[in-house]
């Protein structure tokens, strides 16, 4: 009778999906439930993986990019067909071009009803495909376990990345035996596990460290950029030791600092031009040469300095044509750099010519600033309450918190003002600048890093894209305090100048202007999060008190004179 009702036992399409994430290591998904995927989101959670459902797909995909970079394993996006798939195309190409893996799951339409103009009916491969490593869709249900398997692989492998895998409706609603799905996971799972990428074949690479420790131990200024790449491998323990051990000054792009902490005293962060400008050798550990790093290229860059990068993609070595490039992951390839250069040890000493310029124009910056800093000014510019909200970070110690940090001179000057000393707890808008990132972030970093604090800085223009998500925050009661920046607009209120203010809708706002001193705060209240609003250094240290201590959801409406900023921040010339 058992035997009976175990072989009567089925297994539908949604249940397999979830079953086979759950089985290759998936632990959270994020996305917006509806037809045909709202029961794949429940079996999923069933299964063990945990789904974080919010109000917008966009915001979603931003979290599963992050929750990638922050753990490395691929976050999991799931959206509805057409449309859903469409906006969730935000999250994929900006996990593919930041280098986060990442794996988006949609329904789609009946595959019996394609091409007759079936509910929300897209191509939805041919979509995705511009945005990803691999884009596969599962014609019967016992395609699932192996197709998830295969995608989460893909999506780690080489370069990390964006993968696509569709499931149509009907795919969904198919059935199988019980067995017969414990055993296509059992194979899947089998398979992948045999065909794991093995460590890097490059034949080069021997001589390619070796290469690289020889010219950092001839050089006369050389110098350590620190990628997000880096990062994300988990090196800082590796780059360390190699800045601690050889005395090279060191420079983090944005979200590498705190691989090594920002308070080191090799830091050239305070002196980046001139560390770029004059170092002859760079070791760039998990960056690409673009426009953060100003193509590598004079007069930004000494036309005469010497690359070493080491990178993952073999394809990016090629693009760049370095002096030496290594082709590896970020930390395997900086310990193999330390024993090489264990074996012929050198350090600049701190009264080195080179070491001595980068700390004396880094106290002498980082001094100017601290004198902008100790000021007091009301109406708010950007410096005070950066100051404030700096010190209260730091106040929070070990395991610090996860900085957010998105808008244009909100992010800008944050760079410079917020300290970071451990890796990985910084997230901005990346390499694609993108907007709206923010509360996807912050959930992605809650749902990783549960221990942590997660705080995000945010301008009023890069909250507005993602604001509706601070209703998800209180419904999972996730430890996040957003700080909005409110000054009145995109940059900072009307910026036009009188021959701009022309024609006949001369008296609509400016294409820059929010609603004045919008209540932000109160968006929080509505759905029964804490709100504040601040206009005064004692107020804004008594909200971050009180909202880091309580660790819920919070919004702190800092309210910031609108001509405090620069359009564009710093890049008025993009503009």
């Given at each position: 009778?058992?035997?009976?009702?175990?072989?009567?036992?089925?297994?539908?399409?949604?249940?397999?999906?979830?079953?086979?994430?759950?089985?290759?290591?998936?632990?959270?998904?994020?996305?917006?439930?509806?037809?045909?995927?709202?029961?794949?989101?429940?079996?999923?959670?069933?299964?063990?993986?945990?789904?974080?459902?919010?109000?917008?797909?966009?915001?979603?995909?931003?979290?599963?990019?992050?929750?990638?970079?922050?753990?490395?394993?691929?976050?999991?996006?799931?959206?509805?067909?057409?449309?859903?798939?469409?906006?969730?195309?935000?999250?994929?190409?900006?996990?593919?071009?930041?280098?986060?893996?990442?794996?988006?799951?949609?329904?789609?339409?009946?595959?019996?009803?394609?091409?007759?103009?079936?509910?929300?009916?897209?191509?939805?491969?041919?979509?995705?495909?511009?945005?990803?490593?691999?884009?596969?869709?599962?014609?019967?249900?016992?395609?699932?376990p192996r197709l998830v398997f295969q995608a989460l692989a893909a999506a780690v492998s080489g370069r990390p990345g964006g993968c696509y895998l569709d499931i149509p409706s009907d795919v969904l609603h198919q059935t199988l035996p019980e067995s017969e799905a414990a055993a296509l996971i059992a194979a899947a799972a089998a398979n992948s596990a045999a065909s794991d990428p093995s460590p890097s074949k490059h034949k080069t690479l021997d001589e390619g460290i070796a290469k690289a420790a020889d010219l950092l131990r001839c050089a006369e200024r050389p110098l350590v950029v620190i990628g997000k790449g880096a990062a994300y491998a988990r090196a800082e323990e590796a780059i360390r030791k190699l800045v601690d051990t050889t005395g090279i000054p060191f420079l983090p792009t944005p979200m590498g600092k705190g691989v090594v902490p920002d308070s080191h005293p090799l830091s050239a962060t305070a002196a980046r031009s001139l560390a770029i400008g004059q170092c002859d050798v760079a070791l760039v550990i998990g960056a690409r040469l673009n426009w953060l790093l100003h193509f590598g290229e004079p007069p930004k860059w000494s036309k005469d300095v010497k690359f070493i990068l080491v990178d993952v993609s073999e394809e990016e070595i090629e693009l760049r044509k370095p002096h030496v490039g290594i082709v590896g992951d970020a930390k395997r390839?900086?310990?193999l750099i330390n024993r090489e250069i264990k074996d012929n040890p050198f350090c600049l000493a701190r009264s080195h010519p080179w070491v001595e310029a980068i700390t004396k124009k880094a106290n002498d910056n980082v001094l100017k600033?601290?004198?902008?800093?100790?000021?007091?000014?009301?109406?708010?510019?950007?410096?005070?309450?950066?100051?404030?909200?700096?010190?209260?970070?730091?106040?929070?110690?070990?395991?610090?918190?996860?900085?957010?940090?998105?808008?244009?001179?909100?992010?800008?000057?944050?760079?410079?003002?917020?300290?970071?000393?451990?890796?990985?707890?910084?997230?901005?808008?990346?390499?694609?600048?993108?907007?709206?990132?923010?509360?996807?972030?912050?959930?992605?970093?809650?749902?990783?890093?549960?221990?942590?604090?997660?705080?995000?800085?945010?301008?009023?223009?890069?909250?507005?894209?993602?604001?509706?998500?601070?209703?998800?925050?209180?419904r999972y009661q996730l430890p996040v305090v957003v700080i909005v920046f409110n000054n009145n607009g995109v940059y900072g209120g009307d910026r036009r100048s009188p021959d701009e203010i022309t024609g006949p809708y001369k008296g609509d706002p400016a294409p820059t202007s929010f609603v004045p001193a919008a209540g932000y705060h109160k968006m929080m209240e509505a759905f029964g999060g804490k709100g504040y609003l601040v206009e005064t250094p004692d107020e804004l240290k008594s909200a971050l008190s009180e909202s880091f201590r309580a660790r819920k959801p919070a919004v702190i409406n800092v309210i910031i004179d609108p001509y405090a900023g620069a359009e564009s921040g710093r890049m008025q010339h993009k503009n």
């Open positions: 009778m058992a035997s009976d009702s175990t072989a009567a036992v089925t297994v539908d399409g949604s249940a397999l999906a979830g079953r086979a994430l759950a089985a290759a290591g998936t632990r959270h998904m994020f996305g917006v439930v509806g037809i045909p995927v709202t029961s794949l989101a429940s079996r999923a959670a069933a299964a063990g993986v945990r789904f974080l459902a919010f109000r917008n797909e966009q915001s979603a995909g931003y979290a599963a990019a992050a929750y990638g970079f922050l753990t490395g394993s691929p976050g999991a996006l799931l959206t509805v067909s057409g449309p859903g798939c469409v906006h969730g195309l935000a999250g994929l190409s900006h996990a593919t071009a930041n280098a986060w893996p990442l794996l988006m799951i949609s329904g789609s339409c009946d595959q019996a009803d394609a091409g007759r103009g079936d509910f929300q009916e897209l191509d939805q491969i041919a979509a995705t495909k511009p945005f990803v490593k691999l884009a596969v869709k599962a014609t019967t249900i016992a395609d699932i390839v900086t310990e600033m601290e004198a902008q800093l100790v000021k007091d000014v009301v109406p708010f510019n950007f410096m005070t309450p950066l100051r404030i909200i700096r010190d209260a970070i730091l106040a929070e110690g070990s395991p610090a918190p996860i900085v957010v940090s998105e808008g244009a001179n909100t992010m800008d000057v944050g760079r410079a003002v917020l300290v970071q000393n451990e890796p990985r707890t910084r997230l901005d808008a990346g390499t694609w600048g993108t907007m709206g990132v923010g509360l996807g972030y912050c959930i992605a970093a809650a749902a990783a890093e549960p221990e942590r604090l997660v705080v995000a800085v945010e301008g009023d223009s890069g909250f507005g894209f993602s604001a509706m998500e601070v209703e998800t925050l209180v």
